[in-house]
């Protein structure tokens, strides 16, 4: 299975201000996702990153709020922007290779 | 009807018992199914595939039963280690949608 490495970890942000995540996987990989994981719930999937066109997004989330980029089949971001306390959250990006294997997550706190 | 759904739990078990989960999907057209594990923190990972002949892996069964839509996983003997959350995932095809999770707490 590939191997993701995500970044950052964690971070605490300002409202209003914006955070870019990272994912690089080891291998390329045809299809690549991003999850939002609250507190005590499951794993909601924001989008689907498709490498040279735009993401497909969930109901729910808009481009607006959370761009993604996709440049190449071994790395995706993920912004979120305009942050409110509500996007208080762990984001994790996975990768279809295989199985499906996820980043380790970055824990966002907004303040 | 949610498109996975699980009994959140928690289940408190003793060490060395035996317990079952089940999960029910949503749509007949889901192509494949597994059993994730959550530990506190961590992102989820891999615990087994499931396949409609039922499959086994050391003290993990995994059954899959189509007509009902509705998977299970068996833990025999449970360790503390074993104490989780247990994902319920169903594969699309273009995406795989994750059940809210079973908690599980082995206790010694």
């Known amino acids: 299975s590939a191997v993701i490495s995500q970044k950052p970890s964690r971070d605490i942000c300002q409202r209003g201000t914006s955070l870019t995540i990272q994912c690089q996987v080891d291998?390329?990989?045809?299809?690549m996702f991003w999850y939002r994981q609250q507190p005590g719930q499951s794993l909601t999937l924001i989008a689907t990153a498709n490498q040279g066109s735009e993401a497909t997004y969930e109901s729910g989330f808009v481009i607006d709020k959370f761009p993604i980029s996709r440049p190449n089949l071994t790395f995706s971001t993920l912004t979120v922007s305009n942050m409110s306390p509500e996007d208080s959250s762990i984001y994790l990006c996975s990768a279809s290779s295989g199985g499906y294997t996820f980043g380790s997550g970055t824990r966002l706190t907004v303040v | 009807r949610k498109e996975v759904e699980q009994d959140p739990g928690p289940f408190n078990v003793p060490e060395g018992a035996t317990v079952a989960f089940n999960c029910t999907y949503s749509?007949?057209?889901?192509?494949?199914f597994f059993w994730y594990r959550q530990d506190c923190r961590k992102e989820p990972k891999l615990l087994m595939s499931v396949y409609s002949s039922g499959n086994e892996d050391g003290r993990f069964t995994a059954q899959l039963n189509r007509a009902s839509q509705y998977i299970s996983l068996l833990i025999r003997d449970s360790k503390l280690s074993d104490s989780a959350t247990y994902l319920c995932v169903v594969n699309l095809g273009d995406k795989i949608i994750f059940g809210k999770g079973t908690r599980l707490h082995i206790l010694p």
């Open positions: 749509n007949s057209a889901s192509q494949s």
């Open positions: 291998s390329q990989v045809t299809m």
